[in-house]
């Protein structure tokens, strides 16, 4: 079966880190653009990073964020410092085929920041 399945989510404290995985199964990520999405309650889901050749992040989180990727691993992985409130939702990876229409979601993690 061809899936990404997320986990690390948690409940932190302000300016506590955590680093979210993201696996894939069934295939492998050497062909995919990987990025991390998250929604936060009553709001659309927005981009936060992504990774290719190269990586980007959202003005949100530049500098506090870190994505890398390990094909041989086929796992993605999103490393939150100094994380706040404004952190809290559900986070989701998505795989996009450089080649072709496939795309993968995965079922996402919440992460929750509070004091």
């Known amino acids: 079966q061809l899936q990404l399945v997320e986990s690390g989510g948690d409940l932190v404290q302000p300016g506590g880190s955590l680093r979210l995985s993201c696996a894939a199964s069934?295939?492998?990520?050497?062909?995919?653009?990987i990025g991390w999405f998250r929604q936060a309650p009553g709001k659309e889901r927005e981009g936060v990073s992504c990774i290719s050749s190269s990586t980007y992040y959202a003005d949100s989180v530049k500098g506090r964020f870190t994505i890398s990727r390990d094909n041989a691993k086929s796992t993605i992985w999103l490393q939150m410092n100094n994380l706040s409130p404004d952190d809290t939702a559900v986070y989701y990876c998505?795989?996009?085929?450089?080649?072709?229409?496939?795309?993968?979601w995965g079922q996402g993690t919440q992460v929750t920041v509070f004091s």
């Open positions: 069934g295939f492998t990520l050497d062909y995919y653009v």
């Open positions: 998505k795989a996009v085929a450089r080649m072709g229409p496939r795309v993968y």
